[in-house]
T-cell receptor
Framework: KQEVTQIPAALSVPEGENLVLNCSFTDSAIYNLQWFRQDPGKGLTSLLLIQSSQREQTSGRLNASLDKSSGRSTLYIAASQPGDSATYLCAVLMYSGGGADGLTFGKGTHLIIQP | EAQVTQNPRYLITVTGKKLTVTCSQNMNHEYMSWHRQDPGLGLRQIYYSMNVEVTDKGDVPEGYKVSRKEKRNFPLILESPSPNQTSLYFC?????????????FGSGTRLTVV
């Protein structure tokens, strides 16, 4: 059974710092890995999607990497801003033979950027 | 606008009273799923559907039913809700069951069962 772990569970840093959020998974037989952002009481907003054959994806100040063999992904946020404050979730999509077995989420990293 | 629409956004009900939470997507996505989010437990998958008339259990299917009669709709049914089903529920969709284009989530339904 796939398990996804995110470290740290919470992080508070001053504005302007570069930071790294970590995600690890136990079963490397994944289709893809996706990073989401969730604001309090709101839905999930997709940030980056990395296919299993890719090493990284970039969008603006965000960069996500994937090392499938070691079961790890990192989300790098450059020049953090107070508006980046949110919970960040990673999720892996499994495959087994003929199709996806479903989506497994980590519990998230609660990020606070201090002005 | 491409989106996943859930209704209602908020619902308070009593134990045992059947309810349905609707989910609709306008992106012609094949894959749809339901998740619940609870403090300390994160997001857990309830059911998913790879296409019309094809549904499968996720990690926590007990007490829930789903149906996929049309591609765009994937309702979540609680036949006899209990207080332990109080949670924040999300519906999601994806283009296909393969690597796909990633998931789009609805805004959530906050359910309270008293």
């Amino acid at each position: 059974k796939q398990e996804v772990t995110q470290i740290p569970a919470a992080l508070s840093v001053p504005e302007g710092e570069n930071l790294v959020l970590n995600c690890s998974f136990t079963d490397s037989a994944i289709y893809n890995l996706q990073w989401f952002r969730q604001d309090p009481g709101k839905g999930l907003t997709s940030l980056l999607l990395i296919q299993s054959s890719q090493r990284e994806q970039t969008s603006g100040r965000l960069n996500a990497s994937l090392d499938k063999s070691s079961g790890r992904s990192t989300l790098y946020i450059a020049a953090s801003q107070p508006g980046d404050s949110a919970t960040y979730l990673c999720a892996v999509l499994m495959y087994s033979g003929g199709g996806a077995d479903g989506l497994t989420f980590g519990k998230g990293t609660h990020l606070i950027i201090q002005p | 606008e491409a989106q996943v629409t859930q209704n209602p956004r908020y619902l308070i009900t009593v134990t045992g009273k059947k309810l349905t939470v609707t989910c609709s997507q306008n992106m012609n996505h094949e894959y749809m799923s339901w998740h619940r989010q609870d403090p300390g437990l994160g997001l857990r998958q309830i059911y998913y559907s790879m296409n019309v008339e094809v549904t499968d259990k996720g990690d926590v299917p007990e007490g829930y039913k789903v149906s996929r009669k049309e591609k765009r709709n994937f309702p979540l049914i609680l036949e006899s809700p209990s207080p332990n089903q109080t949670s924040l529920y999300f519906c999601a969709s994806s283009l296909s069951r393969g690597p796909g284009r990633g998931y789009t989530f609805g805004s959530g339904t906050r359910l309270t069962v008293v």
